[in-house]
Each structure stands twice: as C-alpha cells, then as structure tokens.
C-alpha cells in the first residue's frame, strides 16, 4: 500500500509505517520538511520525476511524493475494546463504498479521539491511496478492525458491553439524546441507502440528526463528524 500528497506522507512517517518515500520534481520548504523527517528516522528517499508519480497516483493529487507502507496491524473487536484507555468510543462502517468518504470519516475519527474502526473485508472502499489522502494522514494512525459480517460484528460490540447507535435518517430519537458517555460504537450506513436491515434491527438504538433546511440529509462523513463530536462534547462534562 501507499499514500500520496504531503500530509499523508508526513502522518504516515510520524505512525512509523512509512517503508520509503518517493519524491518528484517539487523543492519548496514543505517537501524539505519530508525529506528532513524521512532523514531523523531514516526511512530511504528515492528521487522520481512527477511522470513516474502521476502513474502511480493515477491522476490523484500527489504534491510530488508518495511514501509506501507496511501493512497496517491487525485489530479484533476484542482488543479495541479492551485496549481503549477510556470507556470505548468506536465506528462501524456498514458497506460504505466511496473512498471519500471512508477516508474522511477516518480524519473525523482520529481527531475525535476514536479508539478504533470496523469494516466489513468485501464490499466497502478500499482503504487505498484516495482514501489515504482524504483522510489527510489518519489512516496511518486509527486501529480498523477487518470484518466479514457488520452484523454480527455489532453483535459482538453489544456482548463486549458496547452500547451500538445506528444513525438512520427515519429514526424518531435525536442524536443529541443519545447516552454516549458509555461505551458506545457509532453505525453508519451507505450512501444513499443507509444501514442495511439486518444491521439496523441489531443496533441498540438508531438515533436521527434533525434537518432543518431544503435537503433531507447530510454526507455520511458529515454526519459521522456531527454525532462524533457530540459524543466528544458529552465526554467533556464534569461529573455530577
């Protein structure tokens, strides 16, 4: 696997993934601070031009340098609920299919503090060089759990003492009166079709983000970022 443009690759030499950094024709400050970090941690730089980078990137934009990666370490359920310092706080990603999207749920994910992502393996966006660099580095950094079946994977989180909200546009509860200062797992659905059935009837609760303009809903990403950050804020509440 590799990542392309400078945040990625910056996130990907800080998480200590990156194996080797290409670098093309570009020579400003920003690309001498890659070189400069590859250098600390002595990760090998080869020089390309930006041809041999676009090919690679395949008309993705790269900002002349891409960093391949060692594989990623492999998360089950289990270890992301026994390993969150703090009563866990997760996402489970139920078939969505655009890397955009994935990979901005993964910058939200990250910078909210969520101790791990599940996937299903087949069926959902390929966690890829798009969706590295929307994800603007964070894929080098959240732990993501691969797995065959979402539904039972939610099975698993509600045994583990997870508490599972489905967002689900038809839902007659709130997001805002969600209890999520406990464990919790976060569900979101494909775009467009939302959480599949058997997924939805699995959720403890399904929780809806009240629309008050013209359009009816918002980008999973967006919507992921919303109920995320509520959770963040309730976190924050002194205790009474």
Not at 150 to 176: H, M
């Amino acid at each position: 696997m590799f990542v392309y443009g400078i945040n990625p690759v910056l996130e990907a030499l800080r998480s200590g993934r990156a194996t080797l950094v290409r670098v093309g024709n570009r020579a400003d400050e920003r690309i001498r601070g890659v070189l400069r970090l590859a250098e600390s941690l002595k990760v090998p730089v080869q020089r390309v031009d930006d041809a041999t980078l676009d090919r690679a990137a395949a008309g993705g934009t790269h900002q002349s340098v891409i960093a391949e990666l060692k594989p990623a370490a492999e998360w089950g359920i289990a270890e992301l609920v026994r390993d969150a310092p703090r009563p866990a706080l997760l996402v489970v990603l139920d078939g969505i299919e655009d890397p955009h999207n994935v990979g901005a749920i993964l910058r939200t994910a990250d910078a909210a503090g969520v101790h791990g992502v599940i996937r299903q393996t087949r069926r959902s966006a390929a966690l890829g060089p798009a969706a590295g660099k929307a994800s603007a580095g964070a894929i080098a950094h959240v732990r993501i759990a691969e797995v065959v079946n979402i539904a039972r994977a939610v099975e698993e989180l509600k045994t583990a003492g997870v508490w599972t909200v489905g967002l689900d546009a038809g839902a007659p509860l709130s997001y805002d009166q969600v209890d999520f200062t406990v464990p919790a797992a976060l569900v979101l659905g494909a775009e467009g079709t939302g959480l599949r059935r058997l997924v939805r009837e699995r959720c403890d609760l399904l929780a809806t983000i009240p629309m008050h303009g013209h359009v009816d809903s918002l980008n999973v990403s967006v919507a992921a970022g919303v109920a995320l950050f509520e959770a963040v804020r309730q976190r924050r509440r002194p205790a009474r």
